[in-house]
């Protein structure tokens, strides 16, 4: 045996004998009276995300067509809006790469940074939030939560093998520090505050 498997066996050992150890309890801090909505599209209109309250998908999809009128592949991953590029006939990631508009509905938003946390139950592709040239999202305003120690704090937030937050378009700034949106991803994230 050589001396890496027997550190390793000495670690498996004295593991198995050692009680859990809790995890930490995260701190909420919690700021009182605050409207989260309004927190919420503040920071997102910072990061260039372009915010909608609305009444119904109708609602959003003029706004779109109005602002994206040549949009020819629309791509959806939520039953509430059908595109016409079917999700589920999708068979590997870069079958997305012709989406000028991916939809999909968001699990939470996060109003101290105007962000929303996507999993692989809202993109049903990962791809579709990457590859698409612009984002249509919706979000319920009821699924706000105030900030990161909230948002950590939600339960089942690690169950999915994915997820990750989501704020605004692509950009960057890396060359010349000029600011570039669209470089690395989406050119453009409009969020649809409508209830499920």
Same mark, same amino acid.
């Given at each position: 045996?050589?001396?890496?498997?027997?550190?390793?066996?000495?670690?498996?050992?004295?593991?198995?004998?050692?009680?859990?150890?809790?995890?930490?309890?995260?701190?909420?801090?919690?700021?009182?009276?605050?409207?989260?909505?309004?927190?919420?599209?503040?920071?997102?209109?910072?990061?260039?995300?372009?915010?909608?309250?609305?009444?119904?998908?109708?609602?959003?999809?003029?706004?779109?067509?109005?602002?994206?009128?040549?949009?020819?592949?629309?791509?959806?991953?939520?039953?509430?809006?059908?595109?016409?590029?079917?999700?589920?006939?999708?068979?590997?990631?870069?079958?997305?790469?012709?989406?000028?508009?991916?939809?999909?509905?968001?699990?939470?938003?996060?109003?101290?940074?105007?962000?929303?946390?996507?999993?692989?139950?809202? $993109?049903?592709?990962? *791809?579709? %939030?990457?590859? +698409?040239?612009? &984002?249509?999202? #919706?979000?319920?305003?009821?699924?706000?939560?105030?900030?990161?120690?909230?948002?950590?704090?939600?339960?089942?937030?690690?169950?999915?093998?994915?997820?990750?937050?989501?704020?605004?378009?692509?950009?960057?700034?890396?060359?010349?520090?000029? $600011?570039?949106?669209? *470089?690395? %991803?989406?050119? +453009?994230?409009? &969020?649809?505050? #409508?209830?499920?």
């Amino acid at each position: 045996m050589s001396t890496k498997e027997d550190i390793l066996k000495s670690v498996r050992e004295h593991l198995q004998n050692r009680e859990k150890a809790p995890y930490p309890q995260i701190p909420q801090f919690r700021k009182e009276g605050i409207n989260l909505k309004d927190v919420f599209v503040k920071n997102a209109t910072i990061a260039a995300a372009d915010c909608h309250e609305i009444q119904s998908v109708a609602e959003a999809q003029e706004i779109m067509k109005k602002k994206l009128p040549d949009a020819k592949v629309i791509c959806s991953a939520t039953p509430e809006w059908k595109g016409n590029k079917e999700i589920n006939a999708i068979q590997k990631p870069a079958d997305l790469n012709d989406v000028d508009l991916g939809i999909f509905r968001a699990e939470f938003g996060v109003a101290e940074m105007g962000m929303v946390w996507i999993t692989e139950r809202s $993109l049903k592709v990962d *791809a579709i %939030g990457f590859l +698409s040239q612009h &984002l249509a999202v #919706l979000l319920d305003p009821d699924d706000i939560t105030e900030n990161m120690h909230t948002a950590y704090s939600r339960p089942g937030l690690l169950a999915d093998h994915y997820g990750c937050f989501m704020m605004g378009p692509s950009a960057t700034a890396d060359i010349g520090a000029y $600011l570039v949106r669209g *470089a690395q %991803g989406a050119r +453009s994230l409009t &969020l649809f505050l #409508l209830k499920k």
